[in-house]
């Protein structure tokens, strides 16, 4: 990395005196004032490049420095460095493997050949960086780029950057690479080991064994709450954000107002009276029922997203297909709601995932058996409560009171993660949108 960002300003500048120096050598004599301006130039720029060559020479002999305490681990006189130090040492690596890739970002860019390409053959640590300093430009490109990508102030920001990201990714992985190799460890204690030596499917084989836990249970309940969630709440919830946003009515702003207020008080606040209300109903046990809280709870928040959203679709659409003889109904399924996709996606995959880690509400209401239960032959009340949970209560279980299978829990906790991560990766686009849609007044 280190040699890459040397060598290119030193080609650079040969190449750059070669061609002054054929100039001077080839070209009639020039007059005094031409003579004048051409060495001020010419020293100005020696100049320049001697501090990029100092700039570079720090980054290398630094760069070199901590590649020999990373990877040979000792000293010049045989001391092993500190772990502190090794680790401080293969961060800088990281950050200027990541700086170097910028660079050949930009040096592609400003030849005319797209970062996106430079930023890719810049993934291979010096090849990238000498790839676009050989290539011809492409188009016309001014004579400070090479100052203004090997610029102080440049060489800084990239380092700032590319560190607080690294660092940021850094705190984020290493909790999940830890819980991957956990999932794949053979014994059922906390690993004390950032990586096992001896991978095992030993823990998802559990998971999986009907025998041994009710896991695939435990994820049908989870998922098909998931799904009727999202899909009651993105219905109920878009029909009532319409019905604000469109129509005009007494008690409009007033039910608005007591809507935002219900979202000030949390869920649990209200758990004694949910438990008698479903109690009553004979709902206690049944996963399913968990739907009417998790779209009731959801409502103050996403109408309020979804109304501010959809009253930034003009009304004419809404006349014009008047004009042709649509009616309200058709107006909200064949109009508005083809607009309302990005906002929609938003709140379908944030009800998609609220089941999913909820911990409070279901062990508060699925721990005990509903009147006239069907339990199966062979099945005793407790196996058939545990059939009942959800995820998270499930999982909880694994390392709650006496029991210790935290690599089970790991492996639970992969697969748990799997669809929410497909989710993310499929709508992100949507998400994105969605974060900052409806944020207006009104």
């Known amino acids: 990395m280190a040699i890459g960002v040397i060598v290119v300003p030193g080609i650079t500048l040969a190449k750059k005196l070669y061609d002054r120096k054929k100039r001077l050598h080839g070209s009639p004599l020039p007059t005094v004032t031409e003579i004048r301006i051409f060495d001020d130039d010419t020293v100005r720029d020696r100049k320049y490049y001697l ?13 070199f420095l901590a590649l020999y305490v990373v990877f040979v681990h000792k000293w010049i006189f045989g001391a092993r460095p500190p772990k502190l130090l090794v680790w401080l040492c293969a961060f800088y690596l990281i950050v200027t493997y990541f700086v170097q890739d910028g660079l050949a970002a930009d040096f592609a860019e400003k030849k005319g050949y797209g970062q996106l390409s430079g930023a890719l053959w810049g993934l291979i640590p010096v090849y990238g960086l000498l790839r676009y300093a050989k290539k011809p430009k ?16 440049s060489l800084i920001a990239k380092y700032l950057i590319f560190a607080e990201l690294v660092g940021l990714g850094i705190i984020v992985l290493l909790p999940i690479i830890y819980t991957v190799g956990a999932s794949f460890a053979k014994q059922s204690g906390l690993p004390t080991t950032f990586w096992p030596r001896n991978l095992t499917l030993e823990n998802y084989r559990i998971l999986f064994d009907e025998s041994e836990t009710m896991f695939v249970h435990w994820y049908k309940n989870t998922f098909f709450l998931a799904l009727l969630n999202m899909v009651f709440g993105v219905l109920f919830i878009t029909g ?22 219900l979202q000030v008080f949390p869920s649990f606040m209200g758990m004694v009276a949910l438990f008698t209300l479903y109690q009553t109903f004979n709902l206690v046990g049944r ?45 909200f399924f064949k109009i508005i709601l083809p607009l309302s996709v990005p906002i929609l996606s938003f709140v379908a995959v944030s009800q998609f995932m609220a089941p999913w880690m909820d911990y409070i509400l279901p062990s508060f209401l699925l721990n005990i058996v509903p009147r006239n239960a069907n339990i199966p032959a062979g099945m005793n009340l407790a196996e058939y409560t ?36 497909v989710l993310y990766m499929l709508f992100q686009r949507f998400l994105i949108q969605g974060i900052t849609a409806g944020a207006t007044k009104g």
């Open 386 to 421: 545990k059939m009942q949970w959800t995820l998270a209560v499930g999982l909880f279980e694994f390392i709650s009171g006496t029991n210790s299978e935290y690599t089970t829990f790991a492996a639970g906790a992969i697969i748990v993660a799997l669809p929410i991560t």
């Open 240 to 261: 009532a954000a319409y019905i604000f946003a469109r129509f005009k009515f007494k008690g409009k702003k007033i039910g608005l107002i007591t809507i935002l207020v």
């Open 51 to 63: 501090n990029i060559w100092i700039k570079v020479a720090i980054i290398g002999v630094i760069t």
């Open 138 to 153: 492409r188009k016309n490109v001014q004579s400070t780029t090479i100052k203004k990508i090997y610029s102080s102030k």
């Open 287 to 331: 996963p399913l029922a968990l739907t009417f809280i998790y779209v009731g709870g959801s409502v103050p928040f996403n109408l309020w997203l979804i109304k501010g959203y959809l009253q930034q679709i003009p009304r004419d659409l809404d006349e014009s297909a008047m004009l042709d003889g649509a009616n309200k109904a058709q107006i």
